[in-house]
């Protein structure tokens, strides 16, 4: 081994571990906004402080407001606020700052553990170092540090070091893989509810790959039934302790949608996720800030996608010596494809993101720059030049989001950078919360609620601009106090009206333009 080898790893993992810390320290110092799932989490970890039972949101009832009305939020997974509890704990921390110490750790944890998977795998360290130098020149490595996601960046921190334990057992009835599965299970669960299709693809792979030097069909039973045991253990405690208590993404009966999509998505998953395209093209078909290409164009993008997505893998399999590896690799993109392509055919309530696939792109990783390291100079420019680009990409994005989160965006109690109430909107309802202890306040954004201290408050729908709303989903009776109603200013009009009916006991509202953007709708 060559002094450069030796040297080159130690220096890229230095430099990115260097690199997070600065990043994570920014973001301390001016925390992040949050994506929608964590805020739903933050308002049950708010719940919990004031007395509540674990996992319990606490909402004015919507029979009659007057009252409460607690509901077990099985929807998502609680580590998204657990974690950032306990360092609030901990260090008496606002939430901003807690999440923001949340994504620094997840960050070091993931590059730390996915480069000790890739060493596991069998990858030389300088492709591991390259790898791992890969995933965080992409969008979604630093988008954390301009929305904190919640799961998202947890499951990256837990990942790299679950998938260095399934590589490192080769006997079933070992007692240290019965605890791993268990533990494991329990720990990836509460770190993202979507974990579970990846449980099962680990707990699959770890049975192939542990039964493939036995030749007696005998021990590939016996062999599954040690590593079942712990396993259904684990889905036992999260079914009966969380997932049975309430509605999760796979709840409800949909009839079955076939389209081009419904299979070519998840096929086309590890360029998508592992390549951050999905981010870059503003989401190919989940696009709520507005699509960058038509529907039909998307489409043939994601068949693309998926057709080159295809020969890499078959590539990999070709060409990379390492069969752990390839086993792997290959039982967890079987194990998507089948899982989302069944999930996205019953149009169950999972969006077309490449986020849900993360780990597929992950997994590709190494194997990708392993087979570009064989390929001659040329083509090897070629991929630095893509990869400078998604490096330029990744920069932009979040120099951007610091500087609009910093400058333009506003900032109030719970440390969050709020995005949908600007500085003076902000103040006054901080200054109403201050001043009332009976008030009811009213949102069309969960974060928002955040900034409630001393009263209550009420998430609702916003109303599209076609109208198509749900009056009775959103209809709240009876009279509990003062209310306050925040809207963004163009919802002023028919929109308006249509909220100010889901509170039908409620009259003589009073419009306030508080400024150009925003006004309040209150009622005694």
Not at 23 to 48: C, E, N
Not at 305 to 329: C, D, E, H, M, R
Not at 488 to 513: M, Q, S, V, W
Request: proline share 5%.
């Amino acid at each position: 081994m060559t002094l450069t080898e030796k040297q080159l790893p130690r220096i890229v993992l230095t430099l990115l571990i260097l690199l997070t810390l600065i990043a994570g320290i920014v973001t301390y110092l001016r925390p992040m906004a949050i994506f929608p799932d964590p805020s739903w989490g933050f308002q049950v970890m708010k719940a919990m402080e004031h007395g509540h039972g674990f996992n319990m949101k606490v909402v004015p009832d919507q029979q009659d407001i007057n009252e409460n009305y607690a509901e077990f939020l099985s929807w998502w997974s609680p580590g998204q606020y657990l974690v950032p509890y306990v360092f609030r704990t901990l260090f008496h921390l606002n939430i901003g700052q807690a999440s923001a110490v949340t994504i620094l750790v997840c960050e070091i944890l993931g590059l730390l553990g996915f480069y000790s998977f890739f060493r596991k795998a069998g990858f030389s360290r300088n492709i591991s170092a390259i790898s791992i130098a890969f995933i965080a020149s992409q969008l979604f490595y630093v988008s954390p540090y301009v929305f904190y996601n919640g799961g998202e960046v947890l499951l990256f921190g837990f990942m790299g070091w679950f998938l260095y334990g399934c590589l490192s057992f080769s006997k079933a009835n070992d007692w240290r893989l019965l605890l791993f599965i268990l533990l494991s299970g329990l720990m990836g669960f509460c770190c993202k509810s979507s974990f579970m299709w990846m449980f099962g693809a680990a707990l699959c792979f770890l049975w192939i790959n542990i039964s493939l030097p036995e030749k007696k069909p005998v021990k590939w039973i016996v062999n599954g039934i040690w590593l079942g045991i712990p396993a259904v253990a684990a889905v036992a405690v999260i079914y009966l302790g969380y997932l049975s208590r309430g509605l999760t993404p796979a709840s409800g009966n949909n009839p079955l949608k076939l389209l081009w999509e419904t299979f070519g998505y998840p096929l086309a998953s590890p360029l998508l996720s592992g390549f951050s395209i999905d981010e870059l093209t503003l989401g190919l078909l989940y696009h709520p800030d507005g699509p960058m290409f038509s529907y039909a164009v998307s489409v043939l993008i994601i068949v693309l996608l998926a057709a080159l997505s295809v020969a890499i893998f078959i590539a990999i399999l070709k060409k990379v010596p390492y069969q752990s590896y390839k086993t792997l690799l290959t039982v967890f993109y079987v194990a998507a494809v089948l899982f989302f392509g069944y999930s996205y055919l019953k149009q169950l309530a999972i969006s077309y993101e490449g986020r849900h696939f993360r780990i597929i792109g992950l997994i590709f990783i190494p194997g990708v720059i392993y087979l570009v390291s064989r390929l001659k100079i040329g083509y090897r420019v070629l991929f630095g030049l893509l990869w400078a680009g998604l490096l330029i990409a990744s920069l932009k994005y979040v120099s951007t989001g610091y500087r609009v989160n910093r400058d333009e965006n506003s900032h109030g109690v719970s440390g969050i950078t709020q995005q949908f109430l600007d500085q003076k909107s902000l103040n006054t309802l901080i200054n109403l919360d201050r001043t009332h202890t009976n008030a009811i306040f009213v949102f069309t954004s969960p974060d928002l609620g955040l900034e409630v201290e001393h009263n209550r408050y009420i998430t609702i729908d916003p109303v599209p601009v076609d109208l198509k709303y749900s009056l009775m989903d959103n209809l709240h009776c009876g009279h509990g106090g003062p209310l306050y109603i925040f809207l963004p200013a163009d919802c002023e009009g028919k929109r308006a009206e249509t909220i100010l009916k889901c509170f039908e006991d409620y009259h003589n509202f009073k419009e306030t333009k508080i400024t150009g953007d925003y006004i309040m709708y209150s009622a005694d």
